[in-house]
């Protein structure tokens, strides 16, 4: 049998606005069964979760492979929906791994980023499920451009608020515009957090991730809990906090130390919420043969 795992991911990282991944080790697990009739998709996740040929899965692995004889799959998953942890870039990459293992279609691991950022309109997500780790990338017309680096150990707690958070929703509060001088301010800050990762130095990095100016300071008006639990976290000595991709998920960067401790104070932002910890991602999406 044919499995296909893939990370859940975190956006962003605060100034790396539509640019910047990190892959995190909850999954979407792909095990895909024998030729039948037609597609059948099996999962737990519910109702709004289409169970054949129209599951977002299905449907990417037919636009790389259309003739692909249907099958029998098995998908469960970790990463939440809707939650800003990569829950649609993870089955995007699990139909291109699908139809690239079916179809024998040997795509590099460029090129699958290549086709889903394409698919998903921007690199930040899609490109850390697929190459693990840290990844900085862009798409420039139809090229896209991916560098993984590794991210120091670190801890990580995720906040995820019971309330989704859909990702146009959150995009509609971003203006249309910058001014010159804002951008620049705002692209100098995503420069210094990028080199503080690459140095190493998660205390500078956790600074520029909290001083955003591309997305997180319009958002924040629709995730009331960020700043709380940004200041519970300052207190407590963690690196940074942000959102994650769109939100509601708020990630927050801690020595391994302080994980315990700053875990349950967030219990008490709000006790609906799941505090889970998380590890990095450090290979992307995986494939075995059982």
Request: aromatic share 8%.
């Given at each position: 049998?044919?499995?296909?795992?893939?990370?859940?991911t975190t956006a962003n990282l605060g100034p790396g606005f539509d640019s910047c991944g990190l892959a995190l080790q909850l999954y979407l697990t792909l095990e895909v069964g024998a030729e039948q009739d037609s597609w059948e998709v099996e999962h737990q996740l519910g109702s709004g979760i289409p169970t054949d040929s129209k599951n977002v899965i299905v449907m990417t692995a037919l636009s790389l492979a259309p003739d692909l004889a249907p099958r029998k799959l098995k998908m469960t998953s970790d990463v939440p929906s809707t939650r800003g942890l990569g829950s649609s870039s993870a089955a995007i990459v699990a139909g291109i791994e699908l139809a690239n293992q079916l179809a024998d279609l040997q795509l590099t691991a460029a090129k699958k980023v290549e086709i889903a950022t394409l698919i998903e309109g921007h690199p930040d997500n899609v490109a850390p499920a697929i190459l693990g780790d840290f990844v900085v990338a862009t798409k420039i017309n139809q090229d896209v451009f991916a560098v993984?680096?590794?991210?120091?150990?670190?801890?990580?707690?995720?906040?995820?608020?019971?309330?989704e958070l859909l990702t146009s929703e959150s995009r509609t509060v971003l203006p249309s515009e910058l001014s010159y001088s804002e951008a620049v301010k705002a692209s100098?800050?995503?420069n210094v957090m990028i080199a503080s990762v690459l140095e190493g130095n998660l205390f500078l990095a956790g600074q520029m991730m909290e001083q955003d100016l591309w997305h997180e300071i319009y958002r924040k008006k629709l995730?009331?809990?960020?700043e709380k639990i940004r200041e519970i976290s300052q207190e407590n000595g963690a690196y940074g906090t942000?959102?994650?991709?769109?939100?509601?998920?708020v990630l927050v960067l801690v020595p391994k130390d302080k994980l315990k401790l700053l875990m349950s104070l967030l219990k008490e932002v709000d006790n609906e919420a799941k505090i889970e910890a998380f590890d990095i991602d450090r290979f992307g999406v995986q494939i075995s043969h059982q």
């Open positions: 049998m044919l499995r296909i795992k893939v990370p859940g993984k680096h590794t991210f120091p150990e670190t801890g990580i707690i995720a906040f995820i608020p019971q309330k100098s800050i995503a995730i009331p809990h960020l942000f959102l994650s991709g769109a939100g509601p998920t």
